[in-house]
């Protein structure tokens, strides 16, 4: 049992888009950290501890909490600890920053997640994550394994290549009424992503997600500081890991059983025994439009192979019994080190009450979801009210 | 103020050096590789406690906890079924090579007979109309003079047609 209820106290994020020639890292997360600084009326010596995360190899740097962490995040003369574990880097960092707090070692403890991924190559990164004598060879970074989840999805289940853009249109229409996204398409329809050019089969340019720049840092604390901060903290429900083999090919890559299982265990400590009811908008980390449809599944939300109708039935749209993805998810803004941090980030936004246009009206109950690695998971579950 | 014709470029600093690492592959892989080269035959790791047969070879059964050794290297066959396809199709820097690996590229998962997990490896197809998931697939071997030791031995899988 956690020691402290924790809260999430301030958040801020920056205008993402695909490069950010104008500022240097540093530079690029303090606008971040000074966002949720002064979202919490707080100063850098009101900060007990500092986590930052991102994956440096993807942008050929190294030990960037060193010469990007201290100054600008802010980790003078403070306790720092850099977290990075690819795709699941933010949820890891949010994670862990919710461990700092709830076992009582902190009060207030600041979480910065960032990339900038036009400075590197990506893919050539992420290749160089994998085994050097059994997987690198063949791997083509993150999309070609995505690819063949997609193939083996659309093949098990029957699912056509419209119901997965679909997820795109309805993602990237969302990313309009979000000032922070990176891609923000209002008028985008269907055409738009069946036409975009194969560059994976059976995923098309538009199926999916960007590589963007920016930053992301949240502020959290325990009970007695959360509350003088502010009335509405989003307060910490569940968190939840789970981790698969090693090799991405030693078991098949689809249907997400981390999800399954990170989730059972979520739900069951949150007290949610129906997602699509006890849930009131969900935060979906989905690298690809077929990506969310099987999450989706594998998250509870619908029977397998069906995640599709979530989508034509409305579940899942604005104004559906759950929302995902309002803040346009990672179809539309993926900087790898912040990606899962927004997750959470969105999904307090929501339980706040702080969207804006992208608010869903009421949440009580909002799910942040991290993926990553080689199939893992991490979900957090936050409320509008501690749960006691 | 006059506007610029042109865009000045971006502050720019080249370099190439070589950054020479090694990598101990493990006494499985090693083994894995000498046998591959001297009798073309695949080893797998079968765990003594569950029995799972592992292709590639592992160290360690991930749900058992336990230590496969050279004694649990089983021979697995070279056939076995294609799980899923895709043709890479997009370009980017080979970090075993530095240059840019050639594309498009056929690029699938596989599953030997006989074999618990998954391998992911080249296809010699780009038409993914050819390629359906359920098909048979062969490993494809160099010639025996040709062989090196390494990966690069298995080029790829093919399609093959089964009596």
């Given at each position: 049992m956690?020691?402290n209820?924790?809260?999430?106290?301030?958040?801020?994020?920056?205008?993402?888009?695909?490069?950010?020639?104008?500022?240097?890292?540093?530079e690029?997360?303090?606008?971040?950290?000074?966002?949720a600084?002064?979202?919490?009326?707080?100063?850098p010596?009101?900060?007990?501890?500092?986590?930052?995360?991102?994956?440096?190899?993807?942008?050929?740097?190294?030990?960037s909490?060193?010469?990007c962490?201290i100054?600008?995040?802010?980790?003078?003369?403070?306790?720092?600890?850099?977290v990075?574990?690819g795709?699941?880097?933010?949820?890891?960092?949010?994670?862990?920053?919710?461990?700092?707090?709830?076992s009582?070692?902190?009060d207030?403890?600041?979480?910065?997640?960032?990339?900038?991924?036009?400075?590197?190559?990506?893919?050539?990164?992420?290749?160089?994550?994998?085994?050097?004598?059994?997987?690198?060879p063949s791997?083509?970074g993150?999309?070609?394994?995505?690819a063949?989840?997609a193939?083996m999805y659309?093949?098990?289940?029957n699912?056509?290549?419209?119901?997965?853009?679909?997820?795109?249109?309805?993602?990237?229409?969302?990313?309009?009424?979000?000032?922070f996204?990176?891609?923000?398409?209002?008028?985008?329809d269907?055409?738009?992503?069946?036409?975009?050019?194969?560059?994976?089969?059976?995923?098309r340019?538009?199926?999916?997600?960007?590589?963007?720049?920016?930053?992301?840092?949240?502020?959290?604390?325990?009970?007695?500081?959360a509350?003088?901060?502010?009335?509405?903290?989003?307060?910490?429900?569940?968190?939840?890991?789970?981790?698969?083999?090693?090799?991405?090919?030693?078991?098949?890559?689809?249907?997400?059983?981390?999800?399954?299982?990170?989730?059972?265990k979520?739900?069951?400590?949150?007290?949610?025994?129906?997602?699509?009811?006890?849930?009131d908008?969900?935060?979906?980390y989905?690298?690809?439009?077929?990506?969310?449809?099987?999450?989706?599944?594998?998250?509870?939300?619908?029977?397998?192979?069906?995640?599709?109708?979530?989508?034509?039935?409305?579940?899942?749209?604005?104004?559906?019994?759950?929302p995902?993805?309002?803040?346009?998810?990672?179809l539309?803004?993926?900087?790898?080190?912040a990606?899962?941090l927004?997750?959470?980030?969105?999904a307090a936004?929501?339980?706040m009450?702080?969207?804006?246009k992208?608010?869903?009206?009421?949440?009580?109950k909002?799910?942040?979801?991290?993926?990553?690695?080689?199939?893992?998971?991490?979900?957090?579950?936050?409320g509008?009210?501690?749960l006691? | 103020m006059?506007?610029?014709?042109?865009?000045?470029k971006a502050f720019?600093i080249?370099?190439?050096?070589?950054?020479p690492?090694?990598?101990?592959?493990g006494?499985?892989?090693?083994k894995?590789?000498?046998?591959?080269?001297?009798?073309?035959?695949?080893?797998?790791?079968?765990?003594?406690?569950?029995?799972?047969?592992?292709?590639?070879?592992?160290?360690?059964?991930a749900e058992?906890?336990v230590?496969?050794?050279l004694?649990?290297m089983?021979?697995?066959?070279s056939?076995?079924?294609?799980?899923?396809f895709?043709?890479?199709?997009?370009?980017?820097?080979?970090?075993?090579?530095?240059?840019?690996?050639?594309f498009?590229y056929?690029?699938?998962?596989?599953?030997?007979?006989?074999?618990?997990?998954?391998t992911?490896?080249?296809?010699?197809?780009?038409e993914?109309?050819?390629?359906?998931?359920?098909?048979r697939?062969?490993?494809v071997?160099?010639?025996?003079?040709?062989?090196?030791?390494?990966?690069?031995?298995?080029?790829y899988?093919?399609?093959?047609e089964?009596?």
């Amino acid at each position: 049992m956690a020691k402290n209820e924790v809260g999430i106290v301030g958040i801020g994020q920056t205008k993402f888009t695909s490069k950010r020639r104008d500022v240097n890292i540093p530079e690029m997360i303090y606008e971040a950290v000074d966002m949720a600084l002064d979202d919490a009326h707080l100063e850098p010596n009101d900060i007990d501890a500092i986590l930052i995360g991102n994956m440096d190899h993807f942008e050929g740097i190294n030990f960037s909490e060193m010469w990007c962490g201290i100054d600008a995040a802010p980790g003078y003369l403070k306790p720092v600890v850099k977290v990075a574990t690819g795709g699941t880097t933010g949820s890891s960092l949010g994670i862990a920053g919710y461990y700092n707090v709830a076992s009582g070692i902190y009060d207030k403890v600041l979480v910065v997640g960032w990339e900038k991924l036009n400075e590197g190559g990506a893919t050539t990164g992420i290749i160089t994550a994998f085994d050097p004598v059994w997987e690198r060879p063949s791997l083509a970074g993150a999309l070609g394994p995505l690819a063949l989840m997609a193939n083996m999805y659309m093949n098990k289940y029957n699912v056509s290549p419209e119901t997965a853009a679909m997820v795109t249109v309805k993602n990237r229409g969302n990313a309009a009424n979000n000032p922070f996204a990176h891609l923000q398409m209002p008028d985008i329809d269907l055409d738009y992503v069946m036409n975009s050019q194969m560059i994976s089969y059976p995923l098309r340019l538009n199926d999916c997600c960007p590589q963007s720049e920016g930053a992301c840092a949240v502020i959290y604390a325990n009970e007695q500081e959360a509350r003088k901060i502010r009335d509405n903290p989003a307060w910490f429900h569940s968190v939840a890991t789970a981790h698969y083999y090693a090799y991405g090919c030693d078991d098949v890559m689809f249907d997400l059983p981390t999800a399954t299982i990170a989730s059972k265990k979520a739900y069951k400590k949150a007290g949610i025994k129906d997602p699509i009811k006890d849930l009131d908008v969900a935060e979906v980390y989905e690298p690809t439009s077929w990506a969310e449809l099987s999450w989706t599944e594998a998250l509870g939300f619908a029977e397998k192979g069906k995640g599709g109708d979530l989508i034509k039935e409305g579940i899942t749209q604005m104004g559906g019994e759950l929302p995902v993805n309002p803040s346009g998810g990672v179809l539309s803004t993926n900087p790898i080190g912040a990606t899962a941090l927004l997750r959470i980030a969105e999904a307090a936004i929501q339980v706040m009450g702080r969207g804006d246009k992208r608010q869903v009206p009421d949440v009580e109950k909002a799910l942040g979801m991290g993926f990553g690695g080689s199939l893992w998971t991490e979900l957090v579950i936050l409320g509008n009210e501690p749960l006691r | 103020m006059a506007k610029k014709k042109h865009k000045k470029k971006a502050f720019e600093i080249r370099w190439k050096t070589d950054l020479p690492y090694k990598y101990s592959m493990g006494k499985l892989s090693v083994k894995f590789f000498k046998v591959l080269k001297e009798e073309r035959k695949l080893l797998g790791s079968k765990c003594p406690k569950c029995g799972k047969v592992h292709f590639p070879p592992r160290a360690v059964c991930a749900e058992c906890l336990v230590l496969m050794t050279l004694d649990d290297m089983v021979e697995v066959p070279s056939v076995g079924t294609l799980v899923g396809f895709t043709v890479v199709n997009y370009p980017f820097v080979d970090p075993q090579t530095g240059g840019m690996r050639p594309f498009p590229y056929g690029y699938g998962l596989f599953q030997l007979d006989g074999v618990d997990t998954y391998t992911m490896h080249f296809i010699n197809e780009k038409e993914v109309k050819n390629m359906q998931i359920g098909q048979r697939v062969s490993a494809v071997f160099k010639d025996k003079d040709e062989m090196e030791g390494n990966l690069g031995d298995i080029p790829y899988f093919e399609i093959i047609e089964e009596e």
